[in-house]
């Protein structure tokens, strides 16, 4: 069975301070995606990242970034110098390679950014 | 990537009626997904439906309640039948993407239903 947990169900910051949402995923996979989509206001759900399980390389794309740490199982997601407009609720996600591409999603973690 | 529409994108219905959602994605893929989110809640997965077969349902979800078609590679529709309050939810479809690095579900932008 695969399990994603977003322990963080909302935070708040103010604008330009740094923020880090976690995630801890449980698999039997050996393979397997892990993901972070970010769902604004307005209901859809936008793509960031896909990380193999075979690739531990942290990533930087602007003022994102991401940990993953697959001795702790954690894919952890950073935003830098938060604006308002990161205001949105961020979901980690998880596709094991024998899940049947299904992907399964955490909670969810709500981000407030205050001017 | 790819890039996804869905119609409607809301809807005020009436209970004990039915709506129909359509999914359109700009290029032919193999498997669509179709998701229900409840209002403050994560995504479920209702079933997966490939091109070709019946869809594949999700415990707790069944083809009289929500039907499925698949007609080409571009295009799905989903069903909410006999409409309660309790199916007010988003509804996305997703589409999943094969690249060199991996496998990635892309999402539609949701269809927003309110059931009176």
């Known amino acids: 069975a695969q399990k994603v947990t977003q322990a963080q169900t909302e935070i708040s910051v103010v604008e330009k301070e740094d923020v880090t949402l976690d995630c801890v995923y449980e698999?039997?996979?050996?393979?397997?995606?892990l993901f972070w989509y970010k769902q604004p206001p307005s209901g859809e759900l936008v793509f960031l990242i896909r990380r193999n399980s075979f690739d531990e390389q942290n990533e930087i794309s602007g003022r994102y970034s991401w940990n993953f740490q697959k001795s702790t199982s954690s894919f952890n997601f950073t935003i830098t110098a938060s604006q308002v407009v990161d205001s949105a609720v961020y979901f980690c996600?998880?596709?094991?390679?024998?899940?049947?591409?299904?992907?399964?999603f955490g909670g969810g973690t709500r981000l407030m950014v205050k001017p | 990537s790819a890039v996804i529409s869905q119609k409607p994108s809301r809807d005020i219905c009436q209970r004990g009626t039915s709506l129909t959602i359509q999914c359109q994605v700009d290029s032919q893929v193999t498997m669509m997904f179709w998701y229900r989110q409840q209002p403050g809640q994560s995504l479920t997965l209702i079933a997966t439906a490939n091109q070709g077969s019946e869809a594949t349902y999700e415990s707790g979800f069944v083809i009289d309640k929500f039907p499925i078609s698949r007609p080409n590679l571009t295009f799905s529709t989903l069903t909410v039948s006999n409409m309660s309050p309790e199916d007010s939810s988003i509804y996305l479809c997703s589409v999943e993407v094969l690249l060199p690095e991996g496998v990635t579900q892309y999402f539609g932008p949701g269809t927003r239903l309110t059931v009176l």
């Open positions: 698999t039997r996979d050996t393979t397997y995606y």
């Open positions: 996600a998880l596709i094991g390679n024998n899940a049947g591409n299904m992907l399964t």
